[in-house]
């Protein structure tokens, strides 16, 4: 929904929910949430974590397609070339581990600048963290 109307990400920063769309979209998640054992506080946290994932998930989707013209002229058209990029101008004595990365082709198999798999890696991970406090919550094993 963020990356079909981009002008919602430039929002994003400059204030907290206040229309009708933006309201309507954390009552949307707070009554997903209405049957847990999270309290009320948790429950609003939860929904802003969540959003604010999304959020900069869609803001660094459209930031790299805004910026594919200017990257493309300088032989980045995506994360594959980028990776390789990092490989050469990366110092493997101040980035160890990001260096090693990328010179193992860690962004080689990447097709352009985004992956759903990839949001839905870190979507995933975060509702695992809800559905294990939810658990401790609740007093079973998680």
Same mark, same amino acid.
Request: hydrophobic fraction near 45%; aromatic fraction near 8%; charged fraction near 25%.
């Given at each position: 929904?963020?990356?079909?109307? %981009?002008?919602?990400?430039?929002?994003? =920063?400059?204030? %907290? %929910?206040? =229309?009708?769309?933006?309201?309507?979209?954390?009552? *949307?998640?707070?009554?997903?949430?209405?049957?847990?054992?999270?309290?009320?506080?948790?429950?609003? /946290?939860? &929904?802003?974590? @969540?959003?604010?994932? &999304?959020?900069?998930?869609?803001?660094?989707?459209? +930031?790299?397609?805004? &910026?594919?013209?200017?990257? #493309? #002229? #300088?032989?980045?058209?995506? &994360?594959?070339?980028?990776?390789?990029?990092? #490989?050469?101008?990366?110092?493997?004595?101040?980035? %160890?581990?990001?260096?090693?990365?990328? *010179?193992?082709?860690?962004?080689?198999?990447?097709?352009?600048?985004?992956?759903?798999?990839?949001?839905?890696?870190? @979507? /995933?991970?975060?509702?695992?963290?809800?559905?294990?406090?939810?658990? *401790?919550? +609740?007093?079973?094993?998680?």
């Amino acid at each position: 929904m963020l990356l079909s109307r %981009p002008w919602l990400l430039s929002l994003q =920063g400059l204030t %907290p %929910p206040m =229309g009708p769309r933006r309201l309507y979209w954390l009552e *949307r998640l707070l009554d997903a949430l209405g049957d847990t054992t999270l309290d009320d506080g948790e429950k609003f /946290n939860v &929904a802003t974590a @969540l959003t604010g994932y &999304a959020l900069t998930d869609a803001t660094l989707v459209y +930031a790299t397609k805004a &910026a594919g013209q200017e990257l #493309a #002229a #300088a032989g980045v058209k995506g &994360a594959t070339d980028y990776g390789e990029v990092l #490989a050469e101008v990366l110092d493997p004595a101040t980035y %160890p581990v990001l260096s090693a990365m990328m *010179r193992s082709g860690l962004l080689k198999e990447s097709e352009g600048w985004t992956e759903d798999a990839d949001f839905l890696f870190g @979507l /995933n991970l975060l509702l695992d963290g809800v559905e294990a406090l939810m658990a *401790r919550r +609740a007093g079973r094993p998680e």
